[in-house]
């Protein structure tokens, strides 16, 4: 399967191809029983099939022809996003690493090339009261209960929106508490409390369906894919005038929620499954923005910590009818009694008036 067999130069492109479909297909085989997700191993495949009708050959390619097919344009002819970029070198240098790994190649051309500088999204969450108003709207039906659970699972667990649409009947088990069964990130197999009032909810939504859990079925516990759920929960939001809602936004506020409830990095990065507490930590810190606490002392130093005062407005004084009064006769007299200067201070207007310049 080596190049020196296979060289473009000698046998037609298609024939090359084909030959190097056994090792795509078991490529992708282990990632999808590693990362337990037959999305993440069908988007992979997509992009490696993409990436071989560009270079037949993986033994003959080389960085500049990983780098031209990860940072080259899209259909539409737009630069790639570094997500794109991102999701094309993982999955194309995967494949590489994995040919080399098993000795098809010699070496992993995609290791020499630069990764993009992304730029994580600033994490949103909800208020409490966004998420007793998201509840408040959801109707009584089996319908509503079944999403009224997705909710509350959602926002006291912090599960992706994989890991809940990948939960099955048989991924509960036990009575109190009750545990939840999910695949995470990675691959990693997870056993966790389940929150006792999104307990109670799925609970409710199974009865509503006539359904409870079963370790011997494989029937989706929300009944859902993951593109399914995803446009539940956008519906929900836009029922309410959260238009930005989805299921990451849920998990972001899952978090928000913990944190301030007084929760610990430590207990964050537990619930969100981060493998580290500095990933957390970053999450954290974009979602809460970050703190200042030395600026009280130079402003001290300064003399700058006193408030600033309000500067002084005249206000204007309301009419009164007097005033009012005053002005009908002024216009029936042509403007001359409005002209004098104390004419609008009520006692004043008794005031002799001043005498012209010829009299003194």
Known sequence: MGGRQLGPGSTPAATVQAAWQPLVDAYLTEKRLRSGSERTAGEYGRYVRAFLERVPDPSAAGPLDVHRFAYGPCVNGADPAPATIGIRLAAVGGFLAFAARIGAIDADPSARVARPLARPPIPRGLTRSQVRQLLDAIPPTSM???DTAIVL???????RRVELAGLRLQDLEGREPILVRFRAKGGRLRRRELPRPAADAIAAALRARGAQPDENSDERLFGLSSAGLYAVVRRLGRAVGLDSLSPHVLRHTAAKLRREAGASIEDIAALLGHSSVATTAGYLARLEGERDDGWAAVSLGLGANEPPRRPFVARRRA???RDQEAGRRSKRSGGRINAHPTWR????????RPRSQSSR
């Open 345 to 352: 201070i009520g006692a004043q207007r008794r005031a002799p």
């Open 144 to 146: 509503g209960l079944r």
């Open 319 to 321: 009419p009164t009818r």
């Open 153 to 159: 699972t959602a926002v006291l667990t912090g599960l």
